[in-house]
């Protein structure tokens, strides 16, 4: 069975013949060489393997001998000459057959290593041409990877400059928030002394009360006073009026600082919870982000 990978044998010269060897030998004898060599006969013949040259040669060199000499009838040579003209053309034989056997091996030999190098040598190549591709690929991933860390180090770098902004905002709603904490102290501050002011406006108007009632009693009494009485009670009288219309605007006042005081209390928790919302956000943000950068930095690394 041929071997696919095996290059086609292109088609060789006709076969040397017996007449070739002989035509060769006489023209290199007319050129002064006495007996060629077998070398000497395939260079001039340029194809034929030395054993085939060999035995030819072998074969010619017997059949001219003994068309040049005849042997005496019953001599020795007569009798050997023959025999040794078989024996010569019988090792020449033998001779261009282990040589072409041996060319035949060595031809065997040479197509099955080109073979099994022409196999090694496919292989070789596509195992080169998918190492390149993957490496193609691998340098693609590569390049897409640094990319990717490239922008997400940016964009890194924004929500750092962004948690820096909150950071800043929170600051700046802590520092409102201590001032609103130190206004709500000081309007605290404010409605205690109104409140102690209005309870001490409070004993003054229950006391003249008291004294309006003790007048009344002792006008009741002293019926003769009665017109410096009157003066008093109606000076008395207006003092209330006047007491009256402070507690009333004390009350006013204390409305408005109790508003203005869970107005601030709110503003303070209000602002309390977005900087807390806004910081929290940026840093669950930022974390993911760096969860990310050291993911991908891990897998360059691998």
């Given at each position: 069975?041929?071997?696919?990978?095996t290059?086609?044998?292109?088609p060789?010269?006709?076969?040397?013949?017996?007449?070739?060897v002989?035509?060769?030998?006489?023209?290199?004898?007319?050129?002064?060489?006495?007996?060629?060599?077998?070398?000497?006969?395939?260079?001039?013949?340029?194809r034929?393997?030395?054993?085939?040259?060999?035995?030819?040669?072998?074969e010619?060199r017997?059949?001219?001998?003994?068309?040049?000499?005849?042997?005496?009838?019953?001599?020795?040579?007569?009798?050997?000459?023959?025999?040794?003209?078989?024996?010569?053309?019988?090792?020449?034989?033998?001779?261009a057959?282990?040589?072409?056997?041996?060319?035949?091996?060595?031809?065997?030999?040479?197509e099955?290593?080109?073979?099994?190098?022409?196999?090694?040598?496919?292989?070789?190549?596509?195992?080169a041409h998918?190492?390149?591709?993957?490496l193609?690929?691998?340098?693609?991933?590569v390049?897409?990877?640094?990319?990717t860390i490239?922008?997400?180090?940016?964009?890194?770098?924004?929500?750092k400059?962004?948690?820096?902004?909150?950071?800043?905002?929170r600051?700046?709603?802590?520092?409102?928030?201590?001032?609103?904490?130190v206004?709500?102290?000081?309007?605290?501050?404010?409605?205690?002394?109104?409140?102690?002011?209005?309870?001490?406006?409070?004993?003054?108007?229950?006391?003249?009360?008291?004294?309006?009632?003790?007048l009344?009693k002792?006008?009741?009494?002293?019926?003769?006073?009665?017109?410096?009485?009157?003066?008093?009670?109606?000076?008395q009288?207006?003092a209330?009026?006047?007491?009256?219309?402070?507690?009333?605007?004390?009350?006013g006042?204390q409305?408005?600082?109790?508003?203005?005081?869970?107005?601030?209390e709110?503003?303070?928790?209000?602002?309390d919870?977005?900087a807390?919302a806004?910081?929290?956000?940026?840093?669950?943000?930022?974390?993911?982000q760096?969860?990310?950068?050291?993911?991908?930095?891990?897998?360059?690394g691998?």
């Open positions: 069975m041929t071997d696919p990978s290059p086609p044998k292109s060789g010269r006709p076969g040397l013949q017996r007449k070739d002989a035509d060769a030998i006489d023209v290199l004898v007319e050129r002064g060489i006495r007996d060629p060599s077998l070398a000497q006969l395939r260079q001039h013949l340029g034929g393997s030395n054993g085939t040259i060999s035995r030819l040669r072998s010619i017997g059949e001219r001998l003994l068309a040049t000499r005849t042997p005496v009838e019953g001599s020795v040579e007569s009798s050997v000459l023959p025999a040794l003209v078989s024996a010569m053309e019988r090792l020449g034989e033998e001779a057959k282990a040589a072409d056997d041996q060319v035949e091996a060595m031809r065997s030999t040479f099955t290593a080109q073979s099994t190098m022409g196999r090694e040598r496919d292989a070789a190549v596509a195992a998918d190492i390149r591709i993957e193609t690929a691998r340098a693609d991933q390049k897409d990877l640094r990319e490239k922008a997400l180090r940016a964009e890194a770098g924004d929500e400059k962004r948690l820096e902004r909150a950071e800043s905002a600051q700046k709603f802590e520092t409102q928030a201590h001032t609103l904490s206004e709500l102290k000081s309007m605290t501050e404010a409605h205690d002394r109104l409140d102690k002011a209005l309870a001490e406006k409070s004993t003054a108007f229950d006391q003249a009360n008291a004294a309006h009632e003790s009344q002792e006008h009741a009494v002293l019926s003769g006073a009665h017109t410096g009485m009157e003066a008093t009670v109606a000076r009288a207006e209330a009026e006047q007491d009256q219309t402070l507690i009333q605007e004390l009350r006042a409305a408005v600082l109790e508003k203005r005081a869970i107005e601030a709110q503003r303070q928790a209000t602002a919870a977005s807390t806004m910081i929290d956000g940026l840093e669950a943000r930022l974390a993911d760096r969860r990310v950068i050291d993911s991908l930095i891990e897998k360059v691998a």
